[in-house]
């Protein structure tokens, strides 16, 4: 089938290449130029596992191809997936729509100039009721076009394997037309056994923001139980263990740590209560913003306990952090915990030098005021305390010994709880994690 993409972000540029090679013919749309260049000679614009190799065998097949022009992408194709950002508006809470709007404006005089049905596919993440608006908007210039709702769930840092392993298809259509459509474009997953859950546009907006709620909600729970632990005298990791182990509970995203960050989650949940308060609903989703208060705080706690580890003040004290992705195995730095809490230290003077396998250039570029290391040990050098605050694998190989030689002081927070406490404690490091208070010194 032939298809175009609008929006080559991070979930339209892994959908445009794993649709083609699913064997579609598909066309990537970007207003970015710049972007649209580079990905025509096979420059992927943000680090993604397996997504380079992807993007060149999808451009060699001659399956993929990029423009800048709605008008032919409305020509390629009679379906069309927008995949534009919606990101939280400027002094708000609620989901900037104006590129989602912005998209289908373009897009629409072409449709009606071209004639006959056609069905644009949305995937990003927005309110309920969007589609339903869109579709008043486009027909009012477009009447024959059709509008449906296909959420994206993936993952970054496995958003290749989980386009072409989806653990579930969500499609929210207006007419069997829509649906079968769909189910052909999908049909090598489907017949993979993915399952495919088809419902009404609002329903199928509402999936995604529920889904994001509960993991953002399972993340600050657990958060919760380590501020617990840290008053209590207990240790949250052998409770991660035994409360995970209820299959009803299950111990994927219980994780403590500095919490969630990213470009979805927070402003996803903030999204929600916006709209929902709007609608009238606020007591409904109240929860969420304590699950968002929780989260923040994390990274004050951090900033609090780096003050305390480095002797009470940042003030000529150097810290070493590890880490600046939001989360390992990817570039992303948008809204990543990691540098709010190195640029809240920085702001209250401190001396700080980061280390990132990956997003250094995406970081320098969001806080130039940073120092930035390209290894570990150059971070370190001369470091009051260092903190641990993406848990890249990498970090894990740290030998602590021989890091001793470079730091000043042995102090180490460890935010993500992936360290080895006590290989680190038997080099003689002074050993912080939350929740876990009986590693303190
Ligand atoms: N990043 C994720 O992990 C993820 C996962 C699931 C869902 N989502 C949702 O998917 C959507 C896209 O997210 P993203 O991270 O890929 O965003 P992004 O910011 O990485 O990419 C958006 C792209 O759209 C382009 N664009 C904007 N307006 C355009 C227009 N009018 N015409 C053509 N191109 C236009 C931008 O230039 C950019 O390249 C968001 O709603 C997000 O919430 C993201």
């Not at 002797?311 to 003030?315: A, N, V």
């Not at 600046?324 to 570039?331: S, T």
């Given at each position: 089938m032939r298809l175009t993409v609008i929006g080559t972000g991070y979930v339209g540029l892994v959908h445009a290449a794993c649709m083609a090679d699913l064997g579609h013919t598909v066309l990537g749309v970007d207003r970015d130029a710049d972007r649209i260049e580079s990905l025509a000679r096979g420059r992927a614009p943000f680090f993604e596992p397996g997504l380079r190799e992807l993007l060149h065998r999808t451009l060699q097949s001659g399956r993929l191809q990029f423009t800048t022009s709605l008008a032919a992408a409305a020509r390629f194709a009679r379906t069309h997936f927008v995949c534009v950002g919606t990101p939280q508006r400027p002094g708000s809470n609620a989901a900037d729509l104006r590129f989602v709007d912005a998209a289908l404006d373009e897009l629409a005089p072409a449709l009606r100039d071209l004639g006959g049905w056609c069905l644009v596919v949305g995937k990003s993440t927005v309110p309920v009721g969007t589609a339903a608006r869109l579709e008043r908007r486009l027909h009012k210039v477009a009447p024959q076009a059709e509008i449906a709702w296909n959420p994206e769930f993936l993952r970054e840092g496995f958003a290749v394997r989980d386009t072409l392993r989806p653990e579930r298809l969500v499609a929210g259509v207006s007419s069997p037309r829509a649906d079968a459509t769909l189910r052909e474009m999908y049909a090598p997953l489907l017949r993979a056994g993915t399952p495919f859950i088809c419902t009404d546009p609002a329903t199928a907006e509402l999936v995604k923001l529920a889904a994001n709620s509960f993991l953002a909600t399972k993340i600050s729970f657990i958060n919760a139980m380590a501020e617990l632990c840290d008053a209590m005298g207990a240790d949250v990791m052998p409770l991660v263990e035994a409360v995970g182990r209820d299959p009803r509970i299950g111990s994927r995203c219980l994780q403590p740590g500095l919490g969630f960050g990213g470009s979805c989650l927070p402003k996803d949940i903030r999204g929600l209560v916006a709209h929902a308060e709007e609608q009238g609903l606020g007591e409904s989703v109240a929860f969420l913003r304590e699950v968002d208060e929780i989260n923040t705080r994390q990274r004050r706690r951090t900033i609090a306990l780096a003050r305390q580890l480095a002797?009470?003040?940042?003030?000529r004290r150097h810290v070493a952090v590890l880490g600046?992705?939001?989360?390992?195995?990817?570039?992303d730095v948008r809204d990543s915990p990691a540098l709010a809490v190195a640029a809240g230290i920085h702001h209250l003077g401190g001396r700080v030098r980061v280390h990132d396998p990956e997003a250094v250039d995406n970081a320098r570029a969001c806080f130039p005021d940073l120092e930035f290391a390209l290894d570990v040990p150059k971070a370190c050098e001369g470091a009051d305390v260092v903190l641990h605050l993406t848990g890249w694998p990498e970090y894990r190989a740290i030998d602590p010994a021989g890091l001793s030689t470079v730091v000043r002081r042995q102090a180490i927070l460890d935010a993500r709880h992936t360290l080895d406490a006590a290989r680190w404690r038997s080099a003689g490091w002074a050993f912080r994690a939350f929740g876990r208070p009986r590693l303190g010194w």
């Open positions: 002797g009470g003040s940042f003030r600046a992705a939001f989360k390992p195995g990817i570039d």
